[in-house]
C-alpha cells in the first residue's frame, strides 16, 4: 500500500497533522485546567470548540470537496491553519486565552474541507479489494498518535508552555501542507462538472445518501453512536481524577494504555480486511464499547480500569475501519466527499449535543450513569446494524438461486 504514492504522501502528510493536533489540544487541555481550576463545563467547551465545527460545516465542506480539486484544497486548508494558529499565538500573548477556543474552531472547520479530498483521492487512486486496508493503515496511525500525543503534549507544555507547544503546532501544519505539494497535480477530471449551483450539488448529495439502504443504516447508528460518545468524551479526565483517585497528568496513561492497543487492534484488522465483512467489524466493535465503556465507568481499580482501556483499544480499529469501508464501498467517486460531509456531521452533531450536556449531567449524576447511558447507546447502534447483514444474506440467496436456474 505504501507503494501508492498517493497513500505515502498523504500518510505523511498526517503524521505532521498528528503531532501538531496532539501538541495543541493536550497543552490547551491543561493550560485552560490550571486557569480554571478543573470546571468541568470549560473542559467541556474546549471539546465543543474542536467538534462542533464539524456538525455545521461538515456537509458545506464536503459539497466543496467535491467540486473542486483535491490536492489544492488539502494544500490551502493546512496553510490558513497554520496561519490561525499563529494569529492565535500573538492574541494570547496579549491576555486572550478564548482566542485558544477560536483557533481550535478554525483549524477544525478546515479540516471539514481537507478531509473529504484526501478520502476522495483514495477513492479515485487506490483500488476497491485495498480501501479496507488503507482505512486500517489510517486507523494506525491514529493509534500511534494515541499513545505519543499526550506525551508529546505533556512534555511540551510542563517544559516550554503553551507559547511554545502553539508554534510547534503552526510548524507542523505548515510542513504538512509542504509535503501534500509534492502529489501529482490534479487532474482537470477530479472534480465534478459544476453545472450546478452549491444549492443544487449539496441537494444532489443528500438525496443520493437518502436513496442508499447501507448509508441511511450508517447514519442511524451515527446519530446515536454519536450521542454516546459525546456524553463521556469530556469526562475522562474526571475518571482518573475521582474514581481512580490519579491527578490530571495521570489521564495521558489511560489515552496511552487505549492508544498502544488501538495500534495493535489495527495490525490485526490489517491482516483480516480481506476476510471479514466490514458490517461483522463495525458490529463487533461496538458490542466491546459497550461493555468497556460501562465497565470504565464503575471502576475505581487503576488496574482494571487499564485493562479495560487495552480491551477497548484493541477493538476500537473495528468500528472506524468498518465504517469508512462501508462508505467507500457504497458511494461512487462523484459523491465522496459529499456523503462524507453528510454523515460525518450526523456523528459529530449528537456528539456535540452530548458533550455540552455532559458538564451539566456531571454536576447531577455519578460518573457510572453517564457512562452506562453511554454503553447502552453504543449497543442500540449496534443493533441498528441488523438490516446489513439481512441484506447480506438476501443477496447471497439471490446469487444461488441464480446458479440453480
Keep these: 500500500m505504501l507503494n501508492n504514492r498517493y497513500v505515502r504522501t498523504i500518510i505523511l502528510s498526517r503524521v505532521l497533522l498528528q503531532l501538531g493536533i496532539w501538541i495543541r489540544n493536550f497543552a490547551i487541555l491543561l493550560y485552560v485546567t490550571d486557569l480554571t481550576n478543573n470546571d ?68 477544525a472547520v478546515l479540516s471539514q474541507f481537507s ?17 479496507q486496508g488503507v482505512m486500517a493503515m ?10 505519543i500525543g499526550p506525551i508529546l503534549g505533556t512534555i511540551v507544555y510542563q517544559q516550554y508552555g503553551i507559547e511554545i507547544s502553539l508554534a510547534i503546532t503552526g510548524v507542523m501544519f505548515f510542513g504538512s501542507a509542504i509535503v501534500l505539494m509534492l502529489l501529482p497535480q490534479d487532474s482537470e477530471a477530479s472534480n465534478i462538472a459544476q453545472t450546478h449551483n452549491f444549492k443544487q450539488d449539496l441537494t444532489d448529495g443528500i438525496r443520493y445518501l437518502w436513496s442508499n439502504r447501507v448509508l441511511r443504516t450508517l447514519g442511524a447508528t451515527f446519530a446515536v453512536v454519536g450521542f454516546g460518545v459525546g456524553l463521556i468524551q469530556p469526562l475522562s479526565l474526571f475518571i482518573a481524577i475521582e474514581n481512580l483517585g490519579q491527578d490530571k497528568q495521570f489521564l495521558q496513561w489511560l489515552l496511552m494504555a487505549n492508544g498502544a492497543a488501538m495500534f495493535i487492534g489495527g495490525g490485526i484488522v490489517m491482516g483480516i480486511a480481506k476476510k471479514v465483512k ?49 462508505i467507500m464501498r457504497n458511494t461512487e467517486a462523484a459523491f465522496v466527499g459529499r456523503v462524507g460531509g453528510a454523515i460525518t456531521p450526523i456523528f459529530m452533531g449528537l456528539m456535540v449535543i452530548g458533550m455540552s450536556l455532559s458538564g451539566y449531567l456531571k454536576d447531577a449524576f455519578s460518573l457510572f450513569t453517564i457512562y452506562s447511558i453511554s454503553g447502552l447507546l453504543f449497543l442500540i447502534g449496534m443493533l441498528l446494524l441488523v438490516p446489513l447483514f439481512q441484506k447480506t444474506h438476501h443477496v447471497v440467496n439471490n446469487k444461488q438461486e441464480s446458479l440453480v436456474k
Aim: proline residues 5%; charged residues 10%; positive net charge.
Design 40 to 107: 468541568p463545563q470549560y473542559v467541556s467547551l474546549i471539546s465543543v470548540a474542536e467538534f462542533a465545527p464539524i456538525f455545521i460545516f461538515g456537509i458545506i465542506g464536503g459539497t466543496f470537496a467535491d467540486r473542486w480539486k483535491p490536492k489544492r484544497t488539502m494544500v490551502w486548508c493546512d496553510l490558513l491553519s497554520a496561519l490561525s494558529v499563529f494569529v492565535v499565538l500573538i492574541s494570547l500573548m496579549y491576555g486572550s486565552w478564548y482566542s485558544l477556543l477560536l483557533g481550535t474552531l478554525i483549524s
Design 115 to 131: 478531509q473529504p479530498s484526501a478520502m476522495k483521492l483514495f477513492k479515485q487512486h487506490v483500488p476497491d479489494e485495498k480501501l
Design 138 to 147: 489510517f486507523q494506525s496511525l491514529i493509534a500511534v498518535f494515541m499513545v
Design 278 to 326: 466490514p458490517q461483522t467489524l463495525l458490529a463487533t466493535g461496538l458490542l466491546v464499547s459497550a461493555l468497556c465503556t460501562v465497565g470504565v465507568g464503575w471502576s475505581t481499580s487503576v488496574t482494571l480500569t487499564l485493562i479495560l482501556q487495552v480491551l477497548n483499544g484493541l477493538f476500537n480499529p473495528c468500528v472506524h475501519i468498518g465504517i469508512q469501508t462501508l
